[in-house]
């Protein structure tokens, strides 16, 4: 299948060479792996797929769109969703798509947790609940709270966010405001993780550089 015209106009040679390799979501994923995490020294970023691929480095919502724009560059369905914590944690937001009627996810992450989803999954409920039982706090606290519905970013022309050279907060806050589903009812209790759960929490793949900031609420 071609690429979209709109969006297959707006990209550079190198962006379209590079976009047509990486032609399955497991693919992009591993592209996505080998990229050095963005600690955001100088302020908070949501750069745009063409901006992350300059800069070399993303975190989540970066790596969601980056995934985003590439399924769509091949035709293949993918949305954005935001898996929304307690404000005492941080949100994180990945890319899922469908393979064959099941749901799988790409994930950019530094942690040992909260990563990619093979396509195994029923529903989109069914694959946020994969994340539920790791997503905690350093008190083993459960933190996840709620996810959004699939965000399909068609409604958006390419210009707007695969090539954009502001920052979009705006998306974020799109998809932010998006209606949001309970991981669970207000009375369920959840068992605190157990030390050694807590303690794989803290695996990472890329060291914080040694004056890094403090990550901010979007990131995980």
Known sequence: MPPPKALNTVLTPAERRLFARLDTPQKIQDYLDRLPVNFEPDGDTI??????????????????????????????PVWLLDLRARPTDHDHIIAVFKQRGLWGAISKTNHSILRWRDPIYASVRELVMSYAHEYCLPSGAKSLLAFSRPFSLKRYAPVR????????????????????????????KQRR?????????????????????RLPRKIR
């Open 193 to 213: 993780s157990s030390p050694i759960e807590i303690e794989a929490q803290g695996l990472t793949e890329w060291e914080r550089p040694a004056k890094g900031r």
């Open 47 to 76: 750069m745009s797929p063409r901006r992350m691929l300059k800069a070399k480095a993303a975190h989540c919502a970066e790596g969601a769109l980056f995934a985003a724009a590439v399924m769509m560059f091949h035709g293949k």
């Open 161 to 188: 966010w695969v090539t954009a050279e502001d920052d979009l907060h705006w998306l974020m806050d799109a998809l932010d405001n998006s209606p949001h589903e309970a991981v669970a009812p207000k009375r369920a």
